[in-house]
């Protein structure tokens, strides 16, 4: 097949990609998020190498991807969450990713999707059937796409699956634990080892492996035209991430967490007294020096970037809890 194009479909759980990109931007020593149009070019030549071709003849033809959402009329309750829906909705279309979503559904007082992972594997496959995938490519760390693989290995389709193992203590101290399951990395065609490549990669300087990170330092608007999931260093890093597990996939399952990481400024501050505010539009969040973890408040200032959690206090207020401050060279 090296003088015809090979035509390679991607289909990404969202709430696993969000997962595996919080983690290099949280506790990888990158400490920095995952750009799209790198990492679809980083798939090109995983796909590539696996077929022993040029990476000119690996294309993506389709991509999609799958996510629960809160209603409107949800989000319109929850600060910029519209905005930066919208915002995460520009940047999958300036990539050319077809997204899915669907309504996130109440469940003992916990919000969680339901039917996204049928809905992937159903479009999978009749995208398969219409666009004649040579690979398709899944970006997913659940056994429950086992049937799908064997469907497309009866079609003839070669199948890869982006594969992230990793182990880590959260600011709570939790032991978080990622890995995907068995079952599926041992029906896949290409079972990956995506963290193993990344890392050696990075040691040895691979282009298309350094070029998968987004600098914190970049301005918003060159952000958005690299389509990064980090919208801006001032918003919320993913739409809906505050709705859903982020923080522990094991053997492909999820687990719940709470609140949502956020970066933003110092706006005020009143060390004496020991609280200050964050900037978070429209209403700034506040928080107490006891909350904060590196750092006494007697060492900030007014601009400092702080890394938090937003949580809702009895009162049903979003504040800021677990506080980190940025160092300056990140």
Known sequence: MSNEILKIGVFYDGNYFLHVSNYYNYFHSMR????????????RHLVADAEEIPVQYSRII?????????????????GNQLYNDRVFDDILMSVGIVSHFLPLRTRSGKKEEKGIDVWLALEAYEQTLIKKFDVLVLITSDGEYVPLVRKLNSLGVKTMVLNWEFAYVDDSGRDIVTRTAQDLLQEVTYPVAAHTIIDDGLEEGVEYVEDLFVS?????????????LNNDSHLMLDANADEQDEDSFENGDEKETEGVRYRGPIMMLNPAKGYGFIKYP?????????DLENVDIMQLQVGDMMECTIVHNDEGDQVAKRLRRIPSYR
């Open 62 to 78: 389709g991509a999609h991807y799958f996510r629960g959402r809160l209603s409107a009329q949800e989000a319109s309750q929850r």
């Open 32 to 43: 920095q998020r995952l750009s799209l149009p790198a990492f679809h070019n980083f798939i």
């Open 216 to 228: 914190v330092e970049s301005n918003s608007s060159s952000r958005m035209n690299d389509a990064s």
């Open 282 to 290: 429209p209403n700034n969040l506040f928080f107490y020096r006891q």
